[in-house]
DNA sequence: CTGAAAGCGCTAACAG
DNA sequence: CTGTTAGCGCTTTCAG
């Protein structure tokens, strides 16, 4: 055994004179003790560093004090701006509750050990549904964080992506755009799926045509959009604006602006998603929907919490999205 | 209780018509069983989806399965596409091996738990060394990656950035640069220290001054950097090459390349370091410092598993670096 | 307010 | 090869 030198809730009561319940009671309610005995047991704790077995608490009834956090494995759909965002978010909102963080990353195979924990949080569902369905059925308290459920039994907070897109996509059109495309993601994700039908439905509602060829739709990788851009470039009439599903794919487009000698934003203007730092650099600060990825994970933290302290009906959020004006929109 | 209607080994074995042993012999060692009773345990757990109850068994005197990592919460040094490739890598690497990943996002505070896990894997140990001194002292098995550790009790597995930084400066000497300027990392983080050693080392080699204004200390953030390349470039005598300490850095000054109309690599060479892949976009191609991040990752999980097993003495691994030369260095 | 004792689900001798 | 039994460290009745 590794650290068999473990002092142990015996151990302790012996040294402070209690015994082991006391120890446990100073554990878990400290108040409940007479004064001289938590003063006894504090002492011995602080002087042996004692530090509870925290599965053998679990085992005797109590809680684990541990979240599991499932994000997925696609590197292009899950970026690391993202996916770190999200595990920095949900970790730091896990430490303020003083709750560990157990994390899974998925890939393909429903293996998550529910034992080990006392509520999962999906970040996101791509590809997840049967593991999530899975503890559903065994009525695992859990949430979903980046992806609106129907099913009413689900608590989940989401972004409104379509809003956001709307707004950047009518922002464009106040511009005076009429040619806008949309570089969208994977639409096996629902946020991508949202963002495409924002888009459209700004387009409709300001009386712009919706063009297939407009829409392009990629995998989240610059590599794709690069693809992508080069196709809409070689269209008759090419767009005059772009909304992208990321920025990192909005970055891509200014990379291509400059090698292709298009200037952005007076001949092209660009809108991001994300509000990633990371990709703000250049002389061309980026116009962008900021989504509250922090928010959403520590909202993710505190309603699974709470539905494991009280049993709570399922919560449904949706968070707004912030379009950030900086330099890559031009009125036309 | 959230999950109560759990399946237990009791509950099995009766089912199974043999002893709690027997399942748990099945659990741990099914070809110890005889075949008729291995057939009639297996149906059971198959039937009623059984999962053993992985603290139970640890507390039982069977191990966690879970491997900590311990990552620094710092968003600049440990930027997110390193960061997550650490998690990723280690993530993967353990899934491999069917063992868990307990995540702690180290923020200053020495609160990691060891109870919850067999062994920690310390991803860099910036700004930790209390939390690593008091893991060591209760002589909690451990491996350090991304940081080579003088002491001869501890695995670590690092990578050589001394070596890389040595061999990417000589590159560009070979090129005919002479004004050869580091854009160096937070010299708190020893890879930032080598790299920076790596690269005066290879001017002293080839007999070019090493000049203090042509180092440059960023935070590894993108905004430092080019505060730091526009004092750089104010110089009388401007470099005509620059060595990163992250491809993001590289391509900040890609960056300013564009907007300062300096030519790359007519005017300026420029040699990145990590092979981050959201970083090779745009027209020019960066050649960069390759580092083998998962490797890393595989071999710290590796180490500590075997070190689990037996008791092997420390084991010291120094991975080195691979040169891509892409488009962003020319001959002077 | 406290101690004794039962038991959480599992593993590991030990005896057969 | 299998069953019995004694814990692992902790919480929680239940008496006192």
Do not use: W
Request: proline fraction near 3%; aromatic fraction near 8%.
């Amino acid at each position: 055994m590794s650290s068999s030198n473990k002092i142990t809730i015996k151990e302790v009561a012996k040294r402070a004179g209690v015994s082991i319940a006391t120890v446990s009671r100073y554990l878990n309610n400290p108040t409940s003790l007479k004064e001289e005995n938590r003063r006894k047991v504090e002492k011995v704790t602080r002087e042996v560093n004692y530090q509870p077995l925290l599965y053998a608490r679990r085992l005797a009834g109590g809680k684990l004090n541990t979240f599991g956090v499932i994000i997925p494995g696609y590197e292009d759909i899950f970026y690391s701006f993202y996916a770190l965002e999200i595990i920095r978010g949900v970790g730091m909102a896990l430490d303020k509750e003083d709750l560990d963080l157990h994390l899974h990353i998925f890939n393909g195979k429903d293996t998550f050990k529910t034992s080990l924990v006392d509520g999962a949080i999906f970040a996101d569902i791509i590809g997840n549904e049967t593991q999530l369905q899975r503890l559903l059925k065994e009525e695992f308290p859990l949430v979903v964080i980046n992806h609106k459920i129907e099913n009413p039994n689900i608590s989940c907070v989401s972004i409104n992506n379509f809003k956001g897109s709307y707004e950047a996509t009518e922002f464009l059109s106040h511009h005076g755009h009429k040619h806008i495309a949309h570089l969208a993601g994977d639409l096996r994700v629902q946020c991508a799926q949202d963002r495409l039908e924002g888009y459209k439905a700004a387009l409709k509602k300001n009386k712009i045509e919706i063009k297939d060829e407009y829409v392009k739709v990629t995998n989240f990788s610059r590599k794709d959009a690069r693809d992508k851009l080069e196709e809409l470039f070689a269209l008759k009439v090419r767009p005059t604006a772009i909304l992208c599903c990321s920025d990192e794919i909005a970055s891509e487009v200014l990379a291509f602006g400059e090698e292709k000698k298009i200037n952005i934003p007076k001949d092209l203007s660009v809108i991001g998603f994300d509000d990633n730092p990371h990709c703000l650099y250049g002389n061309l600060m980026l116009t962008t929907i900021r989504q509250p990825i922090m928010k959403m994970a520590s909202l993710g933290v505190e309603i699974l919490r709470d539905s494991l302290k009280n049993k709570l009906p399922p919560k449904k959020i949706v968070l707004e999205t912030e379009l950030i004006v900086r330099d890559t929109v031009n009125f036309l």
